[in-house]
């Protein structure tokens, strides 16, 4: 929902009735949701995905550009993702890697991050759908900053439009010292 200008589509429809091919591309003023452009260069975004069966998606995502906190701090930004989605007959497998460089505007020094997760949902029934997450993020993209959370998550349909979504997740974090690396939550 960035300001800007976006194109995309689907391409080559396959004999199932799937697309093989989705793209998407961006121009926008780079300063996230809803807000005024505070310089003038522009960021540059886009996706491009190929559908080989009904269900499988394998994407690559980039994005380049900059953006101005009202610190006045202008960092670079520069990402990319890669990632692999199936979802099919009420299964859903995930995963997705994201790199990026460009500092924050509170520590423009700190100019790498990086994560990673894997999920599968679980269809249990009619009413219950159990999703096992492993996800990793690390601030600095150093093993010394990294933060692991495996979670578990059953999502109970108590009606049509009432659920219960109870989450109960594991968590190891590197960089906060020996006393509280690993908690629940």
């Known amino acids: 929902r960035d300001q800007g200008i976006q194109?995309?589509?689907?391409?080559?429809?396959?004999?199932?009735?799937?697309?093989?091919?989705?793209?998407?591309?961006?121009?926008s003023n780079?300063?996230?949701?809803?807000a005024s452009d505070k310089n003038s260069q522009k960021d540059l975004s886009g996706c491009i995905a190929i559908q080989p069966i009904d269900g499988l998606r394998l994407a690559v995502w980039g994005w380049t550009g900059n953006f101005t906190g009202s610190n006045g701090v202008t960092v670079g930004?520069?990402?990319?993702?890669?990632?692999?989605?199936?979802?099919?007959?009420?299964?859903?497998?995930?995963?997705e890697y994201a790199h990026?460089?460009?500092?924050?505007?509170y520590n423009p020094e700190n100019d790498k991050a990086q994560g990673w997760y894997g999920t599968v949902g679980i269809p249990m029934g009619k009413v219950v759908k159990t999703?096992?997450?492993?996800?990793?993020?690390?601030d600095d993209a150093t093993s010394n900053s990294t933060r692991t959370v495996f979670s578990i998550a059953p999502h109970i349909a108590l009606h049509k439009n009432l659920w219960f979504l109870p989450?109960?997740?594991?968590?190891?974090?590197?960089?906060?010292?020996?006393d509280a690396t690993n908690y629940c939550e």
């Open 7 to 27: 194109i995309q589509g689907d391409l080559f429809p396959t004999s199932d009735g799937h697309r093989f091919l989705h793209y998407q591309f961006m121009v």
């Open 30 to 34: 780079g300063q996230t949701i809803n």
């Open 77 to 95: 930004r520069d990402r990319y993702m890669v990632s692999a989605f199936y979802d099919k007959n009420d299964w859903t497998v995930r995963a």
């Open 100 to 105: 990026s460089t460009g500092g924050t505007i």
């Open 131 to 138: 999703w096992l997450k492993y996800d990793a993020y690390q």
């Open 167 to 178: 989450s109960f997740g594991y968590v190891n974090e590197k960089h906060v010292g020996a």
